[in-house]
């Protein structure tokens, strides 16, 4: 069975910068494209990130397009999402999802394996 966890968020102000991890366990890394997604409170799940098994594709939603990066370390079974100049309104539980053999694409229900989601708060 899959697990993901997540880890790296916190309070941090506006304009600096986070990084967050989610490491998979339980199968192969390699075989499954990765995305980040966030939610805030009152607001749907959104599509943060993607990335795909060999880091040759990569997606972003326009709201964090230039900002954030998403990567990842096949042999460490982790995917990161480097955030820098944050903003409040990117506050929200961040969650990291596996989608075997997937493109990292934003189309939520590709996803088959999600994390518990780790929290962001931006202060202005």
């Known amino acids: 069975q899959v697990q993901l966890v997540e880890s790296g968020g916190g309070l941090v102000q506006a304009g600096k910068s986070l990084t967050l991890s989610c490491a998979l366990s339980?199968?192969?890394?390699?075989?499954?494209?990765m995305g980040w997604f966030r939610q805030a409170p009152g607001k749907e799940r959104e599509f943060v990130a993607g990335?795909?098994?060999?880091?040759?594709?990569?997606s972003y939603a326009d709201s964090v397009k230039g900002r954030f990066t998403i990567s990842r370390d096949n042999a460490k079974k982790t995917v990161y999402l480097q955030m820098n100049s944050l903003k409040p309104e990117d506050t929200a539980v961040y969650l990291c999802?596996?989608?075997?053999w997937g493109s990292g694409d934003r189309e939520e229900s590709n996803y088959e394996y999600w994390g518990q989601g780790t929290q962001v708060t931006v202060s202005s």
């Open positions: 999802a596996a989608d075997f």
């Open positions: 339980g199968r192969t890394f390699s075989n499954y494209a």
């Open positions: 990335i795909n098994w060999n880091s040759a594709r990569s």
